[in-house]
């Protein structure tokens, strides 16, 4: 799951911003419920491993660290309720140049877990709008896509900016246009609504 960065604390050099949310499929199609997310939100927290951070899961730690980490425990207008929410303090000048510049936008967790195949129900909306993720980009596009009645992607575009527009056939990234494309996100717009093990 790719979660965006939610605030930013300048004079600190600390970002914010959820690890985890439940019941949120993510872009391998798995989930966690909120029991399965602070269970591992406290291990991870027990066994001390808060300077595991690394870029784009090089596997290269870069000097930065949780130095705050909580589970939202009551209704929030910034994060998911039961969500893990981490404080990463990048000391790193080139590296937080990267974060205020938002090439570095969110949080992805890498983790050897065990899958459980579920039988779930999705509440998948008709269309979902967005904003796509600063990437190498200077720019964001707004996005449009939709699904038909069985949830089944349909595809979709965005707006138009700087005189071009990307067409979307596939999640998590658009079509190429003007020599590049964006990365969007679709599952915080998807609730998992029942699940049980098979």
Known sequence: MITSIKKIDDELQVVFGEVYAPNVPDVDGEFMTAEEIRKMAYVFMAEGILDQIDMNHDNKTNGSVVVESFIVDEESQVYVLGAWVVGVHIPDPKLWALVKDGKLNGFSMEALVVKRPREIELEVPE????????????????????????????????????????????????????????????????????????
Do not use: C, P, W
């Open 127 to 198: 269309i979902i709008i967005g904003q796509t993720l600063s990437d190498d980009t200077e720019h964001t596009h707004e996005y449009s896509v939709r699904f038909d009645e069985q949830g089944n992607f349909l595809g979709g575009s965005t707006d138009i900016v700087n005189g071009h527009i990307h067409n979307i056939s596939k999640g998590t990234v658009t079509d190429m246009a003007d020599d590049h494309n964006h990365r969007y996100s679709i599952v915080e717009a998807i609730e998992v609504l029942e699940s049980a093990e098979n």
